[in-house]
């Protein structure tokens, strides 16, 4: 994700991508933490730490102009994605190769590419 982000930068583009630095398992710390003071999911969702992060997320989602969705991703991210582009904003899917488990709903992106320069001309050709 870091190697992309300073891709697309390269070409200009204002790129969020701080929240990557908690890490692929800053969801499994969260529920860990939630579960140690006996809270279940439901309860846990609406802590204060459920807030601020979600606060920090859709701060960043609602300002971007552009979405870009990088494979392989969790369900947050696929929600992300869909949030940008039901807010009306173009949406994009990059993946190093063709999926195992074809998805028609990928359509709702505005494209879907395999090769990073592919999508950053796409990018540069239609916002830059």
């Known amino acids: ?11 200009g583009f204002d790129v969020f991508d701080d929240w990557f630095a908690a890490g692929e398992v800053a969801d499994d710390r969260w529920q860990t933490y939630e579960q140690g003071r006996e809270r279940p999911f439901d309860v846990a969702l609406h802590g204060y730490a459920a ?61 879907v590419f395999f090769d990073k320069a592919d999508l950053r001309n796409e990018l540069v050709g239609v916002y830059g």
């Open 51 to 111: 807030q601020h992060i979600h606060d920090f997320d859709l701060r960043h989602i609602t300002r971007c102009n552009i979405g870009v969705l990088y494979l392989p991703a969790g369900k947050s991210g696929h929600l992300e994605l869909g949030y940008i582009i039901g807010l009306g904003k173009p949406g994009y899917i990059l993946m190093d190769k063709e999926p195992d488990r074809w998805d028609v709903m990928y359509r709702f992106a505005k494209g």
């Open 1 to 11: 994700m870091p190697a992309l982000g300073s891709y697309l930068r390269d070409a």
